[in-house]
């Protein structure tokens, strides 16, 4: 089993954050101990060079005595400190002397600084030393001899410090520990529970249920770009399902109409019912032809779309391409009354003159078929910098707001009612749009329900785009 998303982030905050505070305690400590011993050996010097002045303080020039009760509390006090005392004048007779003070003190002093260092480092090459100093002192001076436990060392107090700051650098480490692992399992949670959402209804998607979508809004930005395709795949795929229905439904619709009747007429015709004359069988061939034209289209239309379309392109002008479009629907336009008004510049465009003929053919007749008597019909070819635009807009019937999304798919007619008049299977548009598509053009509509629509084309002037 591979581990969850959650488990692997909480895991990297925790080590993440103890790397790092381990790198900071390692520096901290070394730059620490190393500023500490400097700390140490400084004081060593000054106390060496205090107890020097003071010891000539000492020392009474008018009398030219020595003050003895006060070099023995120095004495006493910078034992304390781990400083044994030896003091001797000019004739080096002994003025103080720690050790004959008190050896025994002595003693274990210098040896619980060896344990303490030894303590600290492990290893330290250290022991007893001592160092001399002359005193300024009356003609003949004396002699102050400083021994301590050398190079230098570290009182009880000092080692408490350093134990104590390491022992702080350690809690911290295990409060960073904590806090991350919180943190980890706060965030992980935060990301995985919008994902395993996503998960969840990835896997109703697989089994076929489009329904429901996800609603909770992450607060991370992929997060939400992932839920939000998620979402929109559901809905496009519950879209193209209920497309998929009613194509079956469409086109067996479609088919039944002119099979049935011509089956009725060819019944009746065997029957005797009805005599094979000229008249039934021009009905007869009429439901043979609206046949041959549905499976054609279709025929086309999956060619268009399947295979790469191959376009036998040159350079076009549009406004006549649209022009010669027109001039063959002239007889309609002029039953039904219709106004042509048209705004033609000469554009050119790449483009395989026969396919964008059609795509022009399915638009115009559109607008004649669902513009009615004494409407109008506005034709226009323009440009934008890239694209040569040709807009074919009618004030026909207009396109409702729940159709227009759909008006593209393959047997798709707004009017369900599919009466006979308005005649076509509902393909035009879907020929004209995978055309357009091989082009790499698009194509879009406008429409306002009961005042008209406008489908707009866009074409590549541009080869290169080809
Ligand atoms: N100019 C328009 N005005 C109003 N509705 C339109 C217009 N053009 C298309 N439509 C709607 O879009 C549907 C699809 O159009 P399409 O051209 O694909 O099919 P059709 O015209 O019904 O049949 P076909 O073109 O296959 O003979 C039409 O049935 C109609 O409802
Ligand atoms: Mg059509």
Redesign the pocket.
């Known amino acids: 089993m591979r581990p969850t998303l959650r488990r692997k982030l909480t895991v990297s905050f925790l080590l993440i954050s103890l790397i790092s505070f381990l790198i900071i305690a390692v520096f901290a400590n070394i730059i620490l101990e190393r500023q500490f011993k400097k700390y140490v050996i400084d004081n060593l010097d000054q106390e060496k060079k205090a107890v020097v002045a003071m010891l000539q303080d000492y020392y009474d020039i008018s009398t030219g005595k020595w003050n003895v009760s006060s070099i023995e509390n120095l004495g006493v006090r910078v034992l304390g400190n781990g400083l044994i005392l030896r003091v001797v004048d000019g004739s080096n007779n002994v003025i103080w002397d720690a050790m004959e003070h008190n050896e025994g003190f002595c003693a274990d002093m210098l040896q619980s600084m060896a344990e303490n260092m030894e303590k600290q480092y492990g290893i330290f090459r250290g022991g007893y030393t001592e160092s001399s100093y002359r005193i300024q002192a009356g003609l003949t001076g004396g002699t102050v001899t400083i021994g301590y436990y050398g190079p230098y060392f570290y009182s009880d107090n000092d080692l408490l410090f350093l134990n104590t700051l390491n022992k702080l650098l350690l809690l911290a480490t295990g409060v960073t520990a904590f806090i991350s692992i919180f943190i980890g399992m706060y965030t992980s949670k935060r990301l995985s529970g919008p994902i395993s959402r996503v998960i969840k209804k990835a896997e109703q998607i697989s089994q076929g249920n489009y329904n429901g979508r996800i609603v909770e809004a992450p607060n991370t930005r992929e997060i939400v770009e992932l839920t939000d395709s998620i979402n929109t795949l559901a809905e496009s795929l519950g879209r193209q399902e209920i497309l998929r229905k009613r194509l079956t439904a469409d086109v067996a619709h479609e088919l039944r109409t002119p099979i049935t009747n011509l089956q009725g007429h060819l019944e009746a015709m065997i029957d005797g019912v009805w005599e094979a004359d000229t008249e039934r069988l021009k009905s007869c061939h009429e439901e043979t032809v609206r046949l041959t034209?549905i499976v054609m289209?279709l025929e086309s239309l999956a060619r268009y779309e399947n295979e790469k379309l191959r376009l036998q392109l040159e350079d076009i002008n549009i406004s006549q391409c649209l022009s010669k479009a027109l001039k063959s629907f002239e007889n309609e336009i002029n039953r039904k009354g219709i106004l042509i008004i048209t705004d033609l510049t000469d554009q050119q465009a790449w483009a395989d003159k026969d396919k964008i003929m059609q795509v022009f053919f399915?638009?115009i007749?559109?607008?004649i078929?669902?513009?009615p008597s004494g409407g109008k019909i506005s034709l226009s070819v323009s440009d934008n910098s890239d694209y040569v635009v040709i807009s074919?807009k009618?004030t026909?019937?207009?396109?409702s707001e729940e159709?227009l999304p759909n008006?593209?798919e393959?047997?798709?007619?707004?009017?369900k009612s599919r009466t006979r008049e308005?005649?076509?299977?509902?393909?035009?548009?879907?020929?004209?749009k995978s055309i357009v598509a091989a082009h790499k053009g698009s194509i879009e509509?406008k429409?306002e329900y009961g005042k008209?629509?406008e489908?707009i084309v866009y074409l590549h002037r541009n080869k290169a785009f080809l």
Do not use: C, E
């Open positions: 034209k289209d399915n638009l007749s559109n607008a078929k669902y513009t074919i009618d026909g019937i207009g396109i159709d008006i593209f393959r047997f798709y007619r707004a009017d308005t005649g076509g299977a509902g393909i035009g548009l879907a020929i004209a509509v429409s008209g629509s489908f």
